[in-house]
T-cell receptor, first 112, second 115 residues
Framework: KNQVEQSPQSLIILEGKNCTLQ??????????LRWYKQDTGRGPVSLTI?????NTKSNGRYTATLDADTKQSSLHITASQLSDSASYIC???????????FGTGTRLKVLA | ETGVTQTPRHLVMGMTNKKSLKCEQH?????MYWYKQSAKKPLELMFV???????ENNSVPSRFSPECPNSSHLFLHLHTLQPEDSALYLC??????????????FGPGTRLTVT
């Protein structure tokens, strides 16, 4: 069964600190993996998209990694800001379909 | 804003009501999606339209009825809903379809409460 699991479920950090969010998946055949940021009451916004051949991609202070062999991805946030408080969702797409398998997300709270 | 708009933003309806959710995208995309997001659950794909044709119906109950009159507009018609249908309904669009690394752009969602 295609699944995406994220950890931790929630995380609280102080402003300026770094953090890493994890995503494990069992989706096959693999097409691509995305990280989204979702603010409360808003739609998700794409941060990064990675295909099988990519093992790292950055978007400002966000850096995503992908290990297609172990089916793991991480999202590293550097020098966190209060505006980083949101849910971060890992999404994996299966090859040849429209299906996007969503994780339940990690809820991040950044405190001043 | 992402170029995908949804109306209404909030909707409260009784179980016997009929209502419709509207989504419009201004990005020139050919694929549009409806998702359901319930509390503490992953987003669930409901329907996919590509070039106005429905290409995916993810075992959604018939009380949800989608309509895609053109590539820019997508509706979700609701009737005789249940309280467990209360959720955030998200619309998204992308350039095209399968096996491409296309960005999916989401609207802000409609918060639906069924009483």
């Amino acid at each position: 069964k295609n699944q995406v699991e994220q950890s931790p479920q929630s995380l609280i950090i102080l402003e300026g600190k770094n953090c890493t969010l994890q995503c494990n998946y069992t989706v096959s055949p693999f097409s691509n993996l995305r990280w989204y940021k979702q603010d409360t009451g808003r739609g998700p916004v794409s941060l990064t998209i990675m295909t099988f051949s990519e093992n790292t991609k950055s978007n400002g202070r966000y850096t995503a990694t992908l290990d297609a062999d172990t089916k793991q991805s991480s999202l590293h946030i550097t020098a966190s800001q209060l505006s980083d408080s949101a849910s971060y969702i890992c999404v994996v797409s299966a090859k040849g379909t429209y299906k996007y398998i969503f994780g339940t997300g990690t809820r991040l709270k950044v405190l001043a | 804003e992402t170029g995908v708009t949804q109306t209404p933003r909030h909707l409260v309806m009784g179980m016997t009501n009929k209502k419709s959710l509207k989504c419009e995208q201004h990005l020139g995309h050919n694929a549009m999606y409806w998702y359901k997001q319930s509390a503490k659950k992953p987003l669930e794909l409901m329907f996919v339209y590509n070039f106005k044709e429905q290409t995916e119906n993810n075992s959604v109950p018939s009380r949800f009825s989608p309509e895609c009159p053109n590539s820019s507009h997508l509706f979700l018609h609701l009737h005789t809903l249940q309280p467990e249908d209360s959720a955030l309904y998200l619309c998204a669009s992308s350039q095209d379809s399968t096996d491409r690394v296309d960005e999916q752009y989401f609207g802000p969602g409609t918060r639906l409460t069924v009483t």
